[in-house]
C-alpha cells in the first residue's frame, strides 16, 4: 500500500444491495427523481438509495439534482436562488410530490436501507454543501455515505467527519459538454485520480460506460475500496456492472 493512503472505511452496507438511482422513479407513472414518492418506492423494495443535494439560498440542503429548476418543476431560474421554504413551495412537474430537505429524507428512510448523498458541486471551491450535509448527519443513526465528483468536497467531508463513508464520483475522460468548464489538466487529475492522497475515499463510484478502467484498478491497489458504477441501464450495462464492479447504481429496471 502506498505511504500515508490507510486502509478505507468501507462498511459492508455499502455494496449489500443494489442502489436505485435518484431512489426508485418511473416519469411516466408520476413518480419523479429526488422525490418522496421515488424513496419510498425505493424503500418497499428495499434497495439503498442514491440521491443528489444542494444548498438553498438560505444555507439548507435540499434533495435536488440540477442547478435550475426548469427540467423538473414549473419554476425557472437557479435552484440556489430560492430559500428551502420557497423551494418546497415549487410545484414538480407531474407529480404532487414536493422538494425535500435533507432532514426531511433522514426521518422519511429512518435508516432502513443504506443512503448515497451526492454533493452537488458549482466547483469553486466553496464546501459549505459538504459541511452542511456532515452537520445534518451527526445525528443520524442509519447508513450513510457522501459523495461527490469534486475531490474538494471529498477532501473537506474527510476533515470535517473522517468516520462518515466518503466516496469519489467519477469518469475518464469527463467528454460531455457540461465538463467544458474543466481544464484538460484538471479532467486528467480527477480521471486519474491523482488526488488521491487527499481526498482518501472509502469507495469509487466510476461511469459504466468507461469500465474497466486502469487508473481505478491502480487506486485500488494504493486503497483497497469498493467500486460501485454509474448509472446502470442497460443489460450490456449490467454485465459490465456485474464483471468490473462490487455494486451498481441502476435506474429504468427492477434488478
Not at 493512503?5 to 449489500?16: E, F, G, V, Y
Not at 436562488?81 to 432532514?103: Q, S, Y
Not at 465528483?149 to 475518464?172: K, Q, S, Y
Amino acid at each position: 500500500m502506498a505511504p500515508n493512503i490507510p486502509a478505507a472505511n468501507a462498511p459492508a452496507w455499502l455494496t449489500a444491495r443494489p442502489i436505485a438511482h435518484r431512489a426508485l422513479h418511473d416519469a411516466v407513472r408520476g413518480v419523479i427523481e429526488n422525490t418522496p414518492s421515488a424513496v419510498d418506492a425505493a424503500l418497499a423494495r428495499d434497495y439503498a438509495i442514491e440521491v443528489d443535494i444542494q444548498l438553498s439560498a438560505d444555507g439548507e440542503a435540499m434533495v435536488f439534482h440540477d442547478d435550475t429548476l426548469e427540467r423538473l418543476t414549473l419554476a425557472e431560474g437557479a435552484a440556489n436562488a430560492l430559500t428551502a421554504e420557497e423551494l418546497k413551495a415549487v410545484e414538480m412537474r407531474g407529480t404532487g410530490d414536493r422538494m425535500m430537505r435533507l432532514t426531511e429524507l433522514l426521518t422519511r428512510v429512518g435508516g432502513r436501507v443504506p443512503l448515497i448523498i451526492e454533493l452537488k458541486s458549482h466547483f469553486d471551491g466553496d464546501t459549505a454543501i459538504a459541511a452542511r450535509a456532515v452537520a445534518i448527519l451527526a445525528s443520524y443513526d442509519g447508513p450513510a455515505a457522501l459523495m461527490s465528483f469534486d475531490p474538494d468536497l471529498v477532501a473537506a467531508v474527510r476533515a470535517l467527519a473522517p468516520d462518515i463513508p466518503r466516496g469519489i464520483t467519477m469518469e475518464h475522460r469527463y467528454d460531455d459538454p457540461e465538463w467544458d468548464m474543466i481544464s484538460h489538466e484538471t479532467k486528467h487529475e480527477w480521471g486519474s485520480l491523482l488526488h488521491l492522497p487527499r481526498t482518501q475515499p472509502d469507495f469509487i463510484a466510476h461511469y459504466v460506460k468507461e469500465l474497466p478502467s486502469a487508473a481505478v484498478d491502480a487506486a485500488r491497489q494504493q486503497r483497497p475500496m469498493p467500486l460501485l458504477t454509474w448509472t446502470v441501464r442497460t443489460a450490456e450495462d449490467r454485465e459490465t456492472a456485474a464483471r468490473h464492479a462490487d455494486q451498481m447504481i441502476f435506474e429504468g429496471f427492477l434488478p
